[in-house]
């Protein structure tokens, strides 16, 4: 096996050992467990699971920070593959709450309650409103959109995403967030789609 043979199976592997972990996390949350649960659930051992990170608290944060970098990649590529400005902020939104489905209650709240990992959703929340806005502006631009005010269109997503991120949408409604950012995507793009009131 040549150097770079050896390169490319330990990136492989690390992605391998990050997307396992990431599943562990998203199904059972993070909080109760520690690295040698951690090792024993994914079938490595805690030096393996050292090799990523220094920390519990560091395997976590890199972790989150690999879910939503494999998130916003999936849902970028989801909407290159729509033309119409409606089809992608649909389909944006849409994909951005099925990234999100298979978060259990108990992942989301340990999310919520570690600083650095809700910071990184607050972050992504804010990244995917801007994503928002631009896509609305694109829409309006080609007619697609009725001639609103993007930048308050956008708004108005990015408020309701914050509140889905801040749990209060659940809370209400009893929706999760995967529901709630398809109903946005439903109600949002009904508002400003061109054509008769």
């Known amino acids: 096996m040549t150097r770079a043979d050896r390169t490319r199976f330990a990136t492989r592997r690390r992605g391998d050992l990050f997307d396992s972990l990431l599943g562990l996390l998203l199904d059972e949350g993070f909080a109760h467990l520690g690295v040698a649960d951690l090792a024993a659930r994914l079938r490595c051992s805690k030096s393996t699971l050292y090799t990523l990170a220094d920390s519990k608290e560091q395997l976590v944060i890199k972790t989150v920070t690999?879910?939503?970098r494999t998130a916003t990649d999936h849902v970028?590529?989801?909407?290159?593959?729509?033309?119409?400005?409606?089809?992608?902020?649909i389909t944006y939104l849409v994909a951005v709450g099925d990234a999100l489905a298979p978060a259990?209650?108990?992942f989301m709240a340990d999310l919520h309650a570690f600083g650095p990992t809700r910071e990184l959703y607050e972050r992504n929340t804010a990244a995917a409103a801007h994503r928002v806005q631009?896509?609305?502006?694109?829409g309006v631009a080609a007619g697609d959109f009725r001639d609103i005010d993007a930048a308050f269109a956008a708004d108005l997503a990015a408020s309701m995403m914050s509140r889905i991120q801040r749990r209060e949408v659940a809370t209400a409604t009893g929706l999760d967030d995967a529901?709630?950012?398809r109903q946005l995507a439903s109600i949002l793009t009904t508002g400003i789609i061109a054509g008769p009131a």
């Open 179 to 181: 529901s709630a950012y």
């Open 66 to 68: 690999h879910f939503f």
């Open 134 to 138: 631009q896509l609305i502006s694109e």
């Open 104 to 106: 259990s209650e108990r």
């Open 76 to 89: 970028e590529a989801s909407v290159a593959q729509e033309s119409g400005a409606r089809e992608r902020v």
